[in-house]
């Protein structure tokens, strides 16, 4: 590895977790000690299970920074569970392939990170383009929110298709392990109130 490695993740951990909106406070006990109501599936070391609990609110910022779609995603080192990467959705931009979780493959494309070390936290669940990047790209894990089934019954425009399904129907890659529903009760007001405010034609993750 060359001498720039260190520097340059360090640079990535710093912009990724220097999310422009505060949440404010401590993640609640039962989140702090991984007994959420998510569904882990998978190989979950505690102390994994614990940095993706901690990396979610980050997603959530990157996602409440996000001009027009309110979807957020960041890479977790699996080592030593820091947060490597973030970014937000900027598909307003005109580019219909810049869901949150893209742009953060990009980001650590650019800064040369190992993507089977590192587990993806998004905010929602990937759409089967995202799922598909994640699955090419041999990520170890995925982690999210807000499920594709909410966004649908909440009357927001998704494909249907479920993350676990394109993985079934994925051959001779690396299959990551997922958990579902982690930290909704603060992934969900963002889906709600978009609901609530707009019905977008289009609407992307």
Same mark, same amino acid.
């Given at each position: 590895?060359?001498? !720039? ?14 999310? $422009? ?6 993640? $609640? ?8 109501? #998510? ?6 070391? $505690?102390?994994? !299970? ?10 959530? !910022? ?17 080592? *030593?569970?820091?947060?490597? #990467? ?8 005109? *580019? ?47 982690? =999210?929110?807000?499920?594709? #089934? ?11 298709? $479920? ?5 079934? #129907? ?20 963002? =889906?709600?109130?978009?609901? !609530? ?9």
């Amino acid at each position: 590895m060359s001498s !720039r490695a260190p520097s340059r993740r360090r640079f990535l951990c710093a912009a990724a977790t220097a999310a $422009p909106l505060s949440l404010g406070g401590a993640l $609640p006990r039962a989140h702090a000690h991984g007994r959420a109501d #998510a569904d882990w599936t998978g190989e979950w070391p $505690p102390s994994l !299970r614990a940095a993706v609990l901690k990396a979610m609110p980050v997603a959530v !910022r990157h996602a409440r920074a996000s001009a027009k779609w309110p979807f957020g995603a960041v890479l977790v080192d699996a080592a *030593d569970g820091d947060v490597v #990467a973030g970014a937000g959705n900027t598909s307003e931009s005109g *580019d219909p392939t810049a869901h949150a979780e893209v742009n953060v493959l990009r980001s650590a494309a650019s800064g040369g990170l190992h993507l089977p070390g590192h587990v993806l936290v998004s905010t929602a669940e990937p759409c089967p383009m995202c799922a598909g990047a994640l699955l090419w790209g041999g990520v170890r894990a995925v982690a =999210y929110g807000t499920s594709i #089934a909410k966004l649908v019954a909440w009357g927001l425009p998704q494909i249907e298709v $479920p993350l676990t399904e394109v993985v079934r #129907a994925s051959v001779g890659l690396p299959r990551p392990s997922v958990a579902r529903d982690v930290r909704a009760e603060i992934t969900d007001p963002l =889906y709600r109130d978009l609901a !609530r405010t707009t019905r977008p034609a289009g609407l992307t993750g």
